[in-house]
């Protein structure tokens, strides 16, 4: 068993976080988590620093990381611990940093194991597994959940030479559960 991150859009990580997606399906030629694996998010994510004055008169500061996703600002040293509720200033240091430049001390202190992985073809996805997707139901024929599904795969996927909905890849699909 290894712990591992892996890298979600900034709309699906609120799913995760209250169960809803506990499936997904990766351009991966082959499996790059087994199970057994932990998992860890890796997210959009900005530093930030909270600048307050104490007692008597002296400037107190701390590091933290903001989230995108929920806007859920928590210390760098421990962001199970949301930051100090102080009469103070908080700054953002740079910019937003995509997910795939999040180091594993600003991951989110949940872990996800995984419990099923296989490669399968993209079309073979049902209507069950689409919504364990944590996608809204789209509107086209064919299932409103895998309506759903294929407007955020070509939404993340549809530029990407053969992992196109119309190529049918044959994809990684991972189901995790929260390890509580």
Same mark, same amino acid.
């Given at each position: 068993m290894s712990e591992k991150g892996i890298i979600f859009c900034t709309e699906l990580i609120p799913k995760i976080l209250d169960g809803t997606k506990t499936v997904t399906r990766r351009c991966h030629k082959k499996l790059m988590y087994q199970p057994g694996d932990v998992l860890y998010l890796r997210e959009c994510y900005i530093e930030c620093e909270l600048e307050w004055f104490g007692h008597p008169g002296k400037m107190y /500061? !701390?590091?933290? !990381? *903001?989230? %995108? +996703?929920? =806007? !859920? *600002?928590? *210390?760098?040293? $421990? *962001? /199970? @611990? &949301? =930051?100090?509720?102080?009469?103070?200033?908080?700054?953002?240091?740079? +910019?937003? @940093? /995509?997910?795939?430049? =999040? &180091? @594993?001390? +600003?991951? %989110? &202190? $949940?872990?996800?194991?995984?419990?099923? +992985? %296989? =490669?399968e073809p993209l079309w073979d996805i049902t209507e069950e597994d689409a919504k364990r997707e944590g996608v809204e139901p789209g509107n086209c024929a064919g299932g409103p959940y895998r309506n759903g599904f294929l407007i955020i795969w070509h939404k993340l996927n549809g530029r990407r030479p053969g992992w196109t909905w119309d190529n049918d890849p044959t994809v990684a699909r991972y189901e995790f559960k929260e390890i509580k």
């Open positions: /500061s !701390i590091n933290g !990381i *903001t989230y %995108r +996703a929920d =806007m !859920i *600002t928590v *210390t760098a040293k $421990n *962001t /199970s @611990k &949301p =930051m100090p509720t102080v009469d103070g200033v908080l700054k953002q240091v740079g +910019a937003w @940093k /995509s997910g795939r430049f =999040m &180091p @594993k001390w +600003a991951a %989110r &202190p $949940n872990r996800y194991l995984v419990v099923d +992985a %296989r =490669m």
